[in-house]
């Protein structure tokens, strides 16, 4: 079964839809499916079967026949998607029910891996304590972040080498742009020696590889009142 039954030939279609009117009948709340939603399709149904009959019999096929046919395919399937859609998002609904009714079983949502390989991170416009970061992909000079990375953490160091523990860095932050700016407190001198790194973040919080940590000084004088 690779579609719904609304989606197939006609034949199933035609049976497909006797099933479904069956079994939300009998247990449409099973289904998340009210009474009265499943008493307007079993209506659309029979009447589905009573037009499909004519129009295959030799004896009453006419092209009046084949177009209630159609018409009551067309207005069965437009009903029969809006009753799928309540179905699928009913959480007590398994996928062997969806089977019996004719449907495809949930596809299933795999989490996204964040990046396995670490960001490119590039140190721009140092301004007093305010630092100008870019980062990207390995690779590439585009802006947009890799497959299955919402940001980029920061996280940075003062020191004049980087530590090797990687829980020495202080944590600046996320960005979701690919052009960010760190501001350090006064607490940090000018003239430190500063390591900045960064790694992709997934949407569940989940991180890639840190890449190599890049090295710059703060500047002296006071921070523009622009920044």
């Not at 590889?209 to 002296?220: L, S, W």
Request: hydrophobic share 45%; glycine share 8%.
């Amino acid at each position: 079964m690779s579609r719904n039954f609304y989606y197939r030939s006609q034949a199933d279609v035609v049976a497909g839809a006797a099933n479904f009117a069956t079994l939300l009948t009998a247990s449409g709340p099973s289904y998340g499916i009210s009474s009265g939603q499943a008493t307007a399709f079993a209506a659309l149904n029979a009447t589905l079967q009573a037009n499909y009959s004519a129009a295959i019999d030799p004896s009453t096929r006419t092209r009046g026949a084949v177009a209630a046919k159609n018409d009551s395919i067309r207005a069965m399937r437009a009903l029969a998607i809006n009753l799928a859609k309540i179905v699928y998002t009913t959480a007590t609904v398994t996928d062997a029910q969806l089977i019996d009714l004719g449907l495809l079983p949930r596809a299933a949502r795999l989490p996204v891996p964040p990046p396995t390989a670490a960001p490119v991170l590039e140190v721009g416009v140092v301004s007093g304590r305010l630092v100008h970061v870019r980062v990207h992909a390995a690779g590439t000079e585009r802006r947009g972040k890799p497959a299955g990375a919402i940001g980029a953490n920061l996280y940075s160091c003062v020191g004049e080498a980087p530590p090797a523990d990687p829980r020495a860095y202080h944590f600046e932050g996320m960005t979701t742009r690919a052009i960010a700016r760190v501001l350090f407190p006064d607490t940090v001198p000018s003239g430190a020696t500063v390591w900045l790194s960064a790694n992709w973040v997934s949407a569940r919080g989940r991180t890639g590889q840190a890449c190599a940590p890049v090295r710059f000084t703060i500047q002296g004088g006071a921070l523009p009142a622009a920044a």
